[in-house]
Structures are given as C-alpha cells and as structure tokens.
C-alpha cells in the first residue's frame, strides 16, 4: 500500500476527495511538536489502510494550503478529519494515537458504501421537512397550550421584578 499524499493545492484537494470514497486528513504545521510525534503513527496507518479509489490518507499543510485550513475549520494543530463522499464525518484534535487509529477503523469500514451524497440527502424522508408547513393534523387542532412555557416567563418576570425593587431601595438608603 502507499503512505499519505501530501496536498499541494486546492485543486489537487478537491480531486482527491472528489475521487476517492474515503479521505483521511492530517491538517499539520512544520513547527508543531505534536503533529512531528504523530506523523510516523499516521504514515504506518496510511501504509496498512491505504486502497486506490476507495481510502486515501493526505497531508496538508495549514502553514502553506491555509485556505484548505481555513475552509475546513482547522484552528489546532494536529487536526484529523475523516471525508467520506467529499463530506467531512469525523474530526481529530490533538496528538491522540488511539483516537486516530480508531476513527480510521471506522473510516476503513465505509470505503465500501456509497458516499454522503449531496448535503440534505440524510433529509429526505417522509415527515416535515425543515422549514416546511407543519403536519396537516397539527394545522387543524390549532396552537397546543404550554403550560411549562408560560410558568417559566412568570418565574423569570417576577424574579426580575424582585431584583429591581430591592436594587431600587439599595438606591434610597444610600
């Protein structure tokens, strides 16, 4: 198997994870301590893990690809994050070998399905749709009474009121 591809663009970015089911990235800088201690870690599970097509492990460096940094939140250093179908699934922060070696198990298991598809696919079933019309049963019953609801906003009003008068009388007596 082949070790890590290390990213020189976006564009060679954007191909890697538009043709490979399963990414794995390692979002590092020259200068962090704990990105050079993990490196050998994630070089020997990108050599045991590795398939064409199917999972594929990058290095990307935040200090020159910072606009892929920047794209995918990265804001510590070592940062991993596992893509599946071009969408990220799972995120790494930190130096955590044990972490990183299970979110690839994970990730190895879902080179085979089919990728994420488009945002919004996991929305597509039967039900409400978000931002939709409410169900037509709940149109006809009109709005429910919330008695929680209203007990709260007394609680808040009558407490707010009671602050206010006792640092109104504070004022008085000084």
């Known amino acids: ?24 990235a390692d979002f590092y800088a020259d200068w962090c301590g704990p990105c050079k ?3 050998p870690h994630f070089e020997r599970l990108a050599k045991e893990h590795s398939r064409p097509k199917k999972v594929a492990f990058a290095k990307v460096n935040v200090d020159t690809q910072s606009a892929i940094a920047r ?13 599946h179908g071009g969408n990220c699934v799972d995120t790494i922060k930190g130096a955590n070998p044990s972490a990183l070696s299970e ?3 994970k990730a190895a298991k879902l080179a085979d399905t089919p990728g994420a598809g488009k945002p919004g696919d996991a929305f597509k079933t039967p039900g409400r749709t978000l931002g939709g019309d409410a169900p037509a049963a709940r149109r006809a019953t009109g709005p429910s009474f919330n008695l929680t609801g209203l ?11 009671l602050v ?11």
Do not use: D, H
Request: cysteine-free.
């Open 151 to 161: 007990l709260n906003v007394l609680v808040v009003f009558v407490g707010l009121y």
């Open 103 to 105: 979110a690839i198990s």
């Open 164 to 174: 206010s008068l006792f640092s109104a009388r504070s004022k008085k007596e000084e």
């Open 37 to 39: 201690m993990i490196a």
């Open 71 to 83: 794209t995918n939140g990265v804001s510590a250093m070592p940062t991993f994050k596992v893509f």
């Open 1 to 24: 198997m082949s070790g890590p591809i290390s990213i020189g663009s976006v564009a060679e970015w954007q191909s890697l994870l538009s043709g490979t089911n399963v990414v794995i």
